[in-house]
């Protein structure tokens, strides 16, 4: 990480991508310190724990899940920082065109919670085919099933 902020600071005005790396470090960060403080509240388990290779191996795995989660959610929370950060070392404002590009949060949402309904609707449209044929899902196969 640190590594990411001295790279930040070195020659900020010739690197276009400053923002995706202010983001990556600082985000990393983030959830990597929320990371850390989930894995701390739960023990390891009495008889089958891989010892240290599974703590490896968990590393490694909180660490992908870090990275992906600052590069996907990131921008949410280090967009004021990332403005604090450019009037700090005196850099113009950024051009509005790439925010006028890019997708809003809210259509995004929109599309999120449009393909969900579709995909409930298709499940709720599937479920008396699955009835019919003998299969039962959800709560009420669940109960069928333990009846038997």
């Known amino acids: 990480m640190t590594s990411a902020i001295a790279s930040l600071s070195s020659s900020p ?80 404002a950024e051009s509005t065109q790439s925010s006028e590009s890019a997708p809003s949060a809210i259509s995004v949402e929109q599309a999120r919670s449009d393909s969900l309904a579709k995909l409930m609707e298709s499940s709720r449209q599937a479920q008396p085919a699955l009835q019919g044929a003998g299969i039962t899902t959800g709560t009420s196969g669940l109960n069928a099933l333990l009846r038997k």
């Open 13 to 92: 005005t010739s690197s276009p991508d400053l923002k995706p790396t202010f983001q990556k470090a600082v985000a990393g960060m983030l959830f990597g310190q929320m990371m850390k403080a989930m894995r701390s509240t739960v023990g390891k388990p009495a008889y089958v724990h891989g010892g240290q290779a599974e703590e490896i191996f968990q590393s490694q795995l909180d660490q992908t899940f870090v990275e992906q989660l600052a590069e996907d959610n990131g921008g949410a929370f280090v967009g004021e920082l990332y403005d604090q950060f450019r009037r700090q070392l005196d850099l113009p």
